[in-house]
């Protein structure tokens, strides 16, 4: 991918960290992943009778959200010390 080795220091990780966390605070991520959820139930359906690659085939049914993920990457971030894309 374009993102592959692409290193987060420890200062950026926390800050990602704090952002994230504000918006989950201000109920911003529950609002989004909701969003999608739809949106990926509505891709799910649609892809039906096709496979990964097919002309059409909509990948965000691949996907999941949860603001549980989102909780979870704010930890890691939190006490990664930073981390490297791959």
């Excluded at 950026?12 to 994230?20: L, N, Q, Y």
């Excluded at 085939?57 to 990664?80: D, M, Q, T």
Aim: hydrophobic share 35%.
């Amino acid at each position: 991918g374009v993102n592959d080795g692409h290193l987060i220091s420890a200062k950026k990780a926390t800050a990602i960290a704090e952002r994230m966390q504000s918006l989950l605070d201000d109920g911003t991520i529950r609002k989004e992943v909701s969003k999608y959820q739809k949106d990926q139930k509505a891709a799910e359906k649609a892809n039906e009778g096709k496979k990964i690659g097919d002309d059409g085939y909509l990948w965000i049914g691949e996907y999941p959200a949860s603001v549980a993920n989102v909780k979870e990457f704010v930890r890691f971030c939190k006490n990664s010390g930073g981390f490297e894309m791959c």
